[in-house]
């Protein structure tokens, strides 16, 4: 019979669930980044330049 011990070993060892919290971290940080981005593309600036990009592009193809 095992011991308590081993039995809290081989609990610790086993990885079940691991590849579920790596999902979540990464999801975690997808999300994290589209919020800093819609904070940046909501800025002045940065709407400025990507409609100046888009008016320039649509001017120098008709």
Do not use: C, H, K, P
């Not at 593309?41 to 120098?60: C, H, K, P, W």
């Amino acid at each position: 019979m095992r011991s308590m011990w081993q039995r809290m070993a081989a609990r610790l060892r086993a990885d079940t669930g691991a590849a579920t919290a790596e999902y979540a971290i990464v999801i975690m940080a997808a999300v994290g980044f589209a919020g800093l981005l819609v904070v940046i593309l909501r800025s002045g600036e940065v709407q400025a330049i990507l409609t100046d990009l888009v008016q320039r592009a649509l001017n120098s193809a008709g």
